[in-house]
T-cell receptor
Framework: GQSLEQPSEVTAVEGAIVQINCTYQ??????LSWYQQHDGGAPTFLSY????GLEETGRFSSFLSRSDSYGYLLLQELQMKDSASYFCAVGSNTGKLIFGQGTTLQVKP | GAGVSQSPRYKVTKRGQDVALRCDPISGHVSLYWYRQALGQGPEFLTY????????KSGLPNDRFSAERPEGSISTLTIQRTEQRDSAMYRC????????????FGPGTRLTVT
């Protein structure tokens, strides 16, 4: 089977850095994706890691260690608009994505 | 350009009725995915298509659920003989590549079965 674990809630202050971890158990692993979802909105794609290492996209970075079945999303210079749910998702070679339960990030002033 | 669209956005139906949910993917996207999302949970995979071929339907809860994408573009998810437990947000996503690494989600259809 496939399973992902991520913290249910994280709180941080504006301007800070926050890291959201994700550990996974899966067969046929093909990469780790991250999605952001604001209340009442649709999930939006943030990043994808197929290989070990760090991928940087503006204020957001994502890291993967395949040997540890672990990844994280790093958000820098937090803004109030970053308050949302963040989902990690593992992909298989068939295109199927399995999502974690999500981490609710609350950014405080 | 236009994103993924879904219709209807809201559907209220009585138990036992059939419903059809429509997804119009981004033009040119070859892969299309259906998910169900409960409040406070991540999207739960239902099924997906590459072009018109259904590649994986392992997430469909039971045989009351079916999906099609006959011309490789618009897709319909049909739920027959709806039950209250079918109430949820149903989301569609599409991707330009077959690997589905970067998926674009539609606004969803909120289904309520009374």
């Amino acid at each position: 089977g496939q399973s992902l674990e991520q913290p249910s809630e994280v709180t941080a202050v504006e301007g800070a850095i926050v890291q959201i971890n994700c550990t996974y158990q899966t067969s046929g692993f093909y990469g780790l994706s991250w999605y952001q979802q604001h209340d009442g909105g649709a999930p939006t794609f943030l990043s994808y890691n197929a290989l070990d290492g760090l991928e940087e996209t503006g204020r957001f970075s994502s890291f993967l260690s395949r040997s540890d079945s672990y990844g994280y999303l790093l958000l820098q210079e937090l803004q109030m608009k970053d308050s949302a749910s963040y989902f990690c998702a593992v992909g298989s070679n068939t295109g199927k994505l399995i999502f974690g339960q999500g981490t609710t990030l609350q950014v405080k002033p | 350009g236009a994103g993924v669209s879904q219709s209807p956005r809201y559907k209220v139906t009585k138990r036992g009725q059939d419903v059809a949910l429509r997804c119009d993917p981004i033009s040119g996207h070859v892969s299309l995915y259906w998910y169900r999302q409960a409040l406070g949970q991540g999207p739960e995979f239902l099924t997906y298509f590459n072009y018109e071929a259904q590649q994986d339907k392992s997430g469909l809860p039971n045989d009351r659920f079916s999906a099609e994408r006959p011309e490789g573009s618009i897709s319909t998810l049909t739920i027959q003989r709806t039950e209250q437990r079918d109430s949820a947000m149903y989301r569609c996503a599409s991707s330009s590549g077959l690997a589905g690494n970067e998926q674009y989600f539609g606004p969803g259809t909120r289904l309520t079965v009374t």
